[in-house]
Every structure is written in C-alpha cells, then in structure tokens.
C-alpha cells in the first residue's frame, strides 16, 4: 500500500464522523458546512435529501424519518455524535420536535453514540424579561411545549448532552461574536443570532466540551465574543 494511501486512510480514522439532524434547515446547512470546513465528516439524516444543496467532499446524505428509532439505530453506529439542528414546522401544535428527541435518544442508547447537542429555544428562560413571558404564553406556547418536552428526554437520557437556547434566528454572516451562559441568556445579549453563529458554537463545543449535561443562552453580543458560564 502506498504511502499517499496509508495516509489518506488514518486522516480518515482521525476526523470526527458527525450525524446532523435537521440538515435542510437554516442553521442545520449552516453546521454541515462550517464541520466539513473543518475537516469533519458529516452524514446528514433528512427526510427530503433533494432539499440540500449539491453534495460536496466530505459530506453523505441519508433519506430517512428522524421519528422513526429503528431507522436511527441502523444509521448511526461509526459515528462521534449527533447534533440536531430540527425545529418545529411553524406555531401551531406540533409534537415534532420532542416526537425525534425521544427516536434519537432511544437510538443512541441503542448504540455506542453518546454525544448529543441540541438546540432549543430561548423562550424557555423563566428569568428573561416580561416580553419572553408573554411570548411562551402567547404565539409561542406551541414551540414552547414542544421544546420544554424534548429538554426534559434529552436531559433524562443519560447521555452526554448540550442544550443550546438561542432567541430569534438570522440569517447573517458568521461574526463569532456572540456571549454564552449557563442556564441563562449572557450579560449584553441582542435578542438575535446568526444561524452561522449557533453553528459555530455547536462545533465549539463539540471539539471543545465545556457545556456538557448543560441548558446554555447563546446570543450576539456588542463585542466580540465572551463567555460566561453562570448557572
């Protein structure tokens, strides 16, 4: 075997297989190609695979339903960890997000995969303001039950899990100028994040675990990036 081909082959065996959830949404493109660019490998579990944008190095697509236990377990062993970027479908009643939690659990529990991250919603901080309150028992208390159940499953599994909860979702460019806190919104937050930024620190996080088994605020900030881990 040549020397060009051991090499490709241990480069293989050392890069981090990510399986990514929610891949044809906004933040879940953003993840699967900030992990390629760092040198991940990255399976993306869709549903709608003609939805992604051409296939690039690095990067395979598998159809499949992420409610559907059997069809994770058989998927995901040789992976590192899962992060699901899912989000519910609009504001009315959905059970979607919680209904893939409980799949993913059962599968990873199924499986030698034990690092999961997650993003919820911020709406559940209890301690940010009268306008958040309103907003989870108003317009929001859909996607709000639905989120509440999926933390209560990702944090009861046993598993090796981050939640993040970002507020309201961008488009904008990756700035890495956001705050981070444990068990609340960071000090200075706009109420506002990229979904290039919630990428970022999901990939932070992954090859630098410092929020594990952890409900984490993540929003930009007007400086450059801080982190605070209050709980």
């Given amino acids: 075997m040549s020397a060009s081909k051991l090499e490709r082959e241990d480069l293989a065996r050392s890069r981090t297989k990510l399986f990514v959830l929610g891949a044809t949404g906004g933040t879940g493109r953003a993840l699967v190609e900030q992990a390629r660019q760092r040198g991940h490998l990255v399976t ?27 069809e994770l377990r058989a998927a995901l062993p040789g992976h590192d960890a899962v992060l699901s ?26 499986t030698v995969v034990r690092r999961l991250l997650v993003v919820g919603v911020a709406v559940l901080f209890e301690n940010d303001g009268l306008l958040n309150a309103i907003a989870r028992r108003t317009f929001l208390r859909n996607v709000a039950s ?15 899990w981050t939640i993040v909860r970002p507020p309201r979702l961008t488009n904008g460019v990756l700035t890495r100028a956001y705050g981070v806190a444990d068990g609340r919104m960071p000090p200075a937050a706009r109420f506002t994040i990229s979904r290039a930024d919630v990428a970022d620190f999901l990939l932070d996080e992954l090859e630098h675990p410092a929020h594990v088994r952890r409900i984490t605020g993540l929003a930009s900030v007007r400086r450059r990036r801080g982190v605070s881990t209050e709980t």
């Fill in 44 to 70: 993306a579990f869709v549903r709608s695979p003609e939805k992604l944008d051409p296939v690039r190095d690095g990067v395979t697509v598998l159809r499949g339903d992420p409610r559907n236990a059997d």
């Fill in 85 to 110: 970027a899912l989000g519910p479908p609009g504001l009315g009643p959905t059970t979607l997000v919680s209904d893939c939690a409980r799949s993913t659990v059962a599968a990873m529990q199924a």
């Fill in 146 to 160: 639905d989120s509440a159940e999926m933390e209560r499953i990702v944090s009861a599994s046993g598993l090796e």
